[in-house]
């Protein structure tokens, strides 16, 4: 299936996520408080979280909470377990390579599978909170879609070019409990780590249980 076929078999499902982007945000943030990062090790990565049921005032409490935890950390996205909860909910404010501030929440999310001929993949750098200070080069499709559920219940699609895919892809292997460095070779993983501890992180993190 080709790009433009994808395209237009689910254009109709798309959130509109570039609209009010910095209102909105603003709002979500204001609402909330920063809480701690997880940190690599720490045993709420490394599990799959559970899927969101209740979409209530708990809920919509937590995004706002996590819209204000990457904005204090200067991220591009955020899920519920790298500030300790365990639930499958994660949170953007990140640009495409076209510039457009992407803005959004999204819950117990699923990555479209890409068929092989349309996928072209990206080989530029990826950071995470999560793995402060390091960065490593990492190749995954330039084109994403994740579908899943608005803080509300209701089913959404979001999709993603560039940058902006690669956030969608990140964030959601996180709630699946895989961080990108499990996607390196040991020798680039082992590098990635080595920065993480020569590095001091620029927000506040949570000390590992181990």
């Known amino acids: 299936m080709a790009q433009q076929d994808i395209d237009e078999r689910v254009s109709d499902e798309f959130v509109d996520d570039t609209k009010d982007a910095e ?72 640009p495409d390579d076209d510039g457009a501030r992407h803005v959004g929440v999204v819950c117990n999310p699923v990555l479209d599978e890409l068929p092989a001929e349309s ?8 950071g995470c909170l999560s793995v402060p200070t390091a960065y490593a080069e990492l190749a995954r499709p330039d084109y994403a879609v994740v579908r899943g559920q608005d803080a509300k219940g209701n089913p959404i699609a979001v999709r993603g070019t ?18 990108y460095l499990e996607r390196l070779s040991k020798r680039e993983r082992k590098k990635a780590l080595t920065m993480m501890a020569e590095g001091t992180p620029r927000y506040e993190t949570v000390p590992n249980a181990e």
Do not use: W
């Open 23 to 94: 209102e909105r945000e603003r709002e979500h943030r204001e609402r909330g408080t920063v809480r701690p990062i997880t940190v690599v090790g720490h045993p709420m990565l490394h599990r799959e979280c559970r899927d969101v049921t209740e979409f209530g005032d708990e809920l919509a409490a937590l995004v706002d909470d996590m819209f204000a935890s990457q904005r204090a950390a200067e991220g591009v996205g955020l899920a519920a377990n790298q500030i300790g909860v365990d639930l499958k909910v994660f949170v953007y404010d990140c």
């Open 119 to 126: 996928r072209v993949l990206d080989d530029n750098n990826e």
């Open 162 to 179: 560039g940058y902006f895919a690669r956030c969608l892809q990140h964030e959601t292997d996180h709630l699946y409990g895989h961080l």
